[in-house]
């Protein structure tokens, strides 16, 4: 399965903005489509937006659609989530996967994804 790395995560204010990088580890990611999942303390990983492999079907968790902006940059390997107007619920770890479509997204190792903290 493709190798993920996250970044871009921070300590931001409530309605602030962050773009948060998943940048894949082979030149096969254009094959991929990728999707954002997040977790807070306390509570289990949840789906937030998803992005096919050709960019033209994004789908997006009803919390944030408006506020989020999921997009990606085959010929970089890397795949985009613009969050504008964070709220403190948004505050969580957050983890990118892959899968050959946007209902099947996996990952084998989520690793330490990017934390994420919004203040009020």
């Known amino acids: 399965q493709v190798q993920l790395v996250e970044s871009g995560g921070g300590l931001v204010q409530a309605g602030g903005s962050l773009r948060l990088s998943c940048a894949a580890s082979?030149?096969?990611?254009?094959?991929?489509?990728i999707g954002w999942f997040r977790q807070a303390p306390g509570k289990e990983r949840e789906f937030v937006a998803a992005i096919s492999m050709s960019g033209v079907t994004r789908n997006y968790v009803a919390s944030v659609k408006g506020r989020f902006t999921i997009s990606r940059d085959n010929a970089k390997n890397t795949a985009y989530l613009q969050m504008n107007s964070l709220k403190p619920e948004d505050t969580a770890v957050y983890y990118c996967?892959?899968?050959?479509?946007?209902?099947?997204?996996?990952?084998?190792?989520w690793g330490q994804g990017t934390q994420v903290t919004v203040s009020s």
């Open positions: 082979e030149r096969t990611f254009s094959n991929y489509a």
């Open positions: 996967a892959a899968g050959r479509t946007t209902a099947t997204l996996a990952r084998d190792d």
